[in-house]
């Protein structure tokens, strides 16, 4: 077997266990899904498992930090554009509603679900998927905050804290159901919600006028 061949067999394993692992942590919970389980749903030996990763924990580590960068991903454009945007109403609101339906899909927060139960026994991995999702959005929103307010579109004294609050203006009623309750909004909903929260964010932080 070349060298590229047994690359592309070590890459389809690791595939697998993630994908296994994922099913497994999201019908039986962290504490409820072992090596051994992962390795029986992926098709592979436990050794395997173990020599793709090294423990449970950092392959639930790599679990939540794939997710999250897959979902980075389909907004990347977006991130990219708006500080340069001709319309910045327009361009908020098409961020937001794309924002809040990757977020808060399903699987996603269930694994928020799960982790947060973990979280005394686990710090690190909630840690871990704060810096990864929350922190490096609200950094990210700070940086395109600031550009604007230099182009005298926003007025920003605390761009971090404006940041948090366009977060959580998008966030906060949808997430807030669905850890409590498991109710999944529907799609137009969630657009509801992200419109709202634009126009509120830009009632507080539009630059005056004249």
């Known amino acids: 077997m070349t060298e590229t061949a047994e690359l592309g067999r070590s890459a389809r394993k690791r595939q697998a266990i993630l994908d296994a692992a994922r099913e497994l942590f999201l019908r039986n919970g962290y504490a ?3 090596m051994d389980d992962v390795a029986a749903r992926a098709a592979v030996s436990k050794q395997t498992v173990y020599k793709h990763f090294v423990d449970k924990e950092r392959l639930f580590t790599a679990i939540i930090t ?4 897959e979902t980075e991903a389909l907004t990347q454009s977006l991130v990219d554009a708006l500080p340069r945007t001709r319309d910045l109403e327009r361009d908020l609101r098409e961020f937001a509603r794309r924002h809040v339906v990757e977020v808060m899909q399903p699987h996603l927060v269930r694994m928020r679900r799960i982790l947060i139960g973990e979280a005394d026994r686990f710090p690190e991995l909630a840690a871990t998927w704060y810096a990864r999702g929350p922190e490096r959005a609200h950094a990210t929103f700070a940086d395109w905050f600031s550009a604007l307010a230099e182009r005298g579109l926003l007025h920003v004294p605390d761009p971090l804290l404006a940041a948090e609050h366009f977060n959580w203006l998008i966030l906060s009623i949808p997430m807030n159901r669905a850890m409590f309750s498991g ?4 799609a137009d909903k969630l657009e509801y919600y ?3 929260a634009v126009r509120v964010f830009l009632a507080a932080y539009a630059a005056p006028r004249g």
């Open 32 to 34: 409820g899904t072992s």
């Open 66 to 69: 794939g997710d999250i960068s």
């Open 183 to 186: 109710v999944e909004e529907p």
């Open 194 to 196: 992200a419109d709202e």
